[in-house]
């Protein structure tokens, strides 16, 4: 059960828009609408950003949006501000009745 | 307010054991599932296992099956991780989570384990 497989770093001036893809397989990312989008700064627990592959829970900056196509989940931050840079990481259920972590990006605002 | 208040940092040798702790409060501990996520030194989130404390039943990543033990004391409310041998590789921060239909919304603030002759 690998992790699912996320770019290194992602970075973009402020006011940009920049994507996360999360690639894994039919045994999770594609076979289920079970993904989550998580925010975590250095040294502080995650944040959970995005539930169920599209929804935003309550407080999360309408800036944030999730999306799927097949085995591949994306994250969209729009309108990038300081604040957001962070390590993002994916979550997604499994077949295997467990839960696998992307391998984490790193986001850099220019 | 949901709460999971995680017990304080730890310093090990290798061989030694070590159970941590995750007490939750402001909801029906025994209704959600708690989880646990390692994260190595400057490293990702690694997805351990979860249980549900209502019935005890444990799911693990088949990378930590045998290498940890997942428990609840629901009288508590608190849930535990636990090795009977530490490694030098163990050494992490743990984070105790609670899933919401596989939404992980509430996390405890980790418990940092050091392992070190």
């Known amino acids: 059960q690998s992790a699912l497989t996320q770019p290194a770093s992602v970075s973009g001036f402020p006011g940009q828009s920049i994507t996360i893809s999360c690639t894994g397989t039919?045994?999770?990312?594609?076979?289920?609408?079970?993904v989550s989008w998580y925010q975590q700064h250095p040294g502080k627990a995650p944040k959970l950003m995005i539930c169920?592959?599209?929804n935003r829970p309550s407080g999360v900056s309408n800036r944030f949006s999730g999306s799927k196509s097949g085995n591949t989940a994306s994250l969209t931050i729009s309108g990038l501000q300081a604040e957001d840079e962070a390590d993002y990481y994916c979550?997604?259920?499994?077949?295997?009745?467990?839960?696998?972590f992307g391998t984490g990006t790193k986001v850099t605002v220019l | 307010e949901v709460q999971l208040v995680q017990s304080g940092a730890e310093v090990k040798k290798p061989g030694e054991s070590l159970k941590i702790s995750c007490k939750g409060s402001?909801?029906?501990?025994?209704?959600?599932?708690i989880g646990w996520v390692r994260q190595m030194p400057g490293k990702g989130l690694e997805w351990m296992g979860l249980?549900?404390?209502?019935?005890?039943?444990?799911r693990y990543s088949p990378s930590f099956q045998g290498q940890v033990t997942i428990s609840a004391d629901k009288s508590i409310s608190t849930a535990y991780l636990q090795w009977t041998s530490l490694k030098v590789s163990d050494a992490a921060v743990y984070y105790c989570a609670r899933p919401d239909r596989g939404n992980y919304d509430y996390w405890g603030q980790g418990t940092l384990v050091t392992v070190s002759s």
């Open positions: 249980i549900y404390p209502g019935d005890s039943d444990t």
């Open positions: 979550l997604s259920y499994t077949s295997y009745i467990t839960y696998v």
């Open positions: 039919s045994n999770d990312v594609g076979g289920y609408n079970f």
């Open positions: 402001g909801y029906t501990f025994t209704n959600y599932w």
């Open positions: 169920d592959v599209t």
